[in-house]
């Protein structure tokens, strides 16, 4: 499986970015789907995840309430919908597809293909 991450770009605090992960060479029928990030100097960490079947989404605790994942069956893609931003969100953001259990959705050695990244920069 081959993910291309997009989406990504400057935006002030406040704003919104809404980020596009699509796979190639198959589908993510039966996969968990997964965003990722990475800030300079950090270690990356878990933001959000759905199960391609049936559609539960899991979300980390500074994504509550600001971020959203969907997915959009006919077109293959999952999308992460990213409002309220502020300088802390900015990062590299990769998606990533595993099939991990619920208890261990966060764990990012459980995600085997990973996509290049988009760089998220928030400005003050």
């Known amino acids: 499986v081959q993910l291309q991450a997009s989406g990504g770009g400057l935006v002030q605090a406040g704003g919104s970015l809404r980020l596009s992960c699509a796979a190639s060479?198959?589908?993510?029928?039966?996969?968990?789907v997964g965003w990722f990030r990475q800030a300079p100097g950090k270690e990356r960490e878990f933001v959000a995840a759905?199960?391609?079947?049936?559609?539960?989404?899991y979300y980390s605790e500074f994504a509550k309430g600001r971020f959203t994942i969907s997915r959009d069956i006919a077109k293959n893609t999952v999308a992460l919908q990213m409002n309220s931003l502020n300088a802390e969100d900015t990062a590299v953001y990769y998606c990533?597809?595993?099939?991990?259990?619920?208890?261990?959705?966060?764990?990012?050695?459980?995600?085997?293909?990973w996509g290049q990244g988009t760089l998220v920069t928030v400005s003050s």
């Open positions: 990533a597809v595993g099939r991990p259990i619920v208890s261990s959705m966060r764990d990012v050695r459980l995600y085997y293909y």
């Open positions: 759905v199960r391609w079947s049936p559609g539960s989404t």
């Open positions: 060479g198959s589908t993510f029928a039966s996969y968990t």
